[in-house]
C-alpha cells in the first residue's frame, strides 16, 4: 500500500563512515555484488554511491584517522526515505514535532555530478537522523 502522507516514499539509502575506505568498497562490492552508481570527493573525504541491486543504496563516506579510534561518531550516519517531493516530507516531519537539521538543499555534489537531487534532514523522536532524498536519478 502506497503512503498516504508522504508521496513516493520508501527506503533509498543507508550512509556509513569507514576508516578503511577502499577495503569497504572491495568488499561490498567484490564480495556482495554491490555496483557503484557514483562517487564523490578526494582523500581523504571520498564517497560513494552502491546499488545494493534493487534501488536501494549503501553510500560510504571516508574517515579520517585510524581504524579502531572512537571518534564519538557512530559508523551508521543515518538512514535515508525517497520521496517525490522532498519539501513536503520535511513539513510532515516537521508537523509531527521533527526537528529539522538541514531545510531542503540542492546539493552541490549530486549537481557537478549531472543529478537533479534535493535532499533534507530531521531528528526522528529518538534522536536518529532521517534522511528525506527526492531524486529520480537515484
Not at 18 to 45: C, D, M
Not at 52 to 72: M, Q
Request: hydrophobic content about 40%; overall charge negative.
Amino acid at each position: 500500500m502506497p503512503n498516504q502522507k508522504i508521496s513516493g516514499s520508501g527506503f533509498h539509502h543507508v550512509a556509513i563512515r569507514t576508516h578503511n575506505f577502499e577495503q569497504s568498497i572491495r568488499f561490498y562490492t567484490e564480495a556482495l555484488g554491490f555496483v557503484q552508481k557514483i562517487a564523490w570527493g578526494e582523500v581523504p573525504a571520498r564517497a560513494v554511491m552502491l546499488d545494493t541491486g534493487d534501488g536501494n543504496y549503501l553510500e560510504i563516506f571516508e574517515r579520517e584517522g585510524v581504524a579502531g579510534e572512537t571518534t564519538g561518531e557512530a559508523n551508521i550516519l543515518h538512514f535515508a526515505l525517497r520521496c517525490d517531493d522532498c519539501v513536503a516530507a520535511t513539513e510532515v516531519a516537521r508537523a509531527a514535532g521533527a526537528k529539522v537539521t538541514l531545510e531542503p538543499t540542492v546539493p552541490g555534489v549530486f549537481t557537478n555530478l549531472g543529478l537533479k537531487t534535493k535532499i533534507s534532514f530531521v531528528l526522528g523522536p529518538d534522536g536518529e537522523i532521517v534522511e528525506f532524498f527526492e531524486s529520480n536519478d537515484l
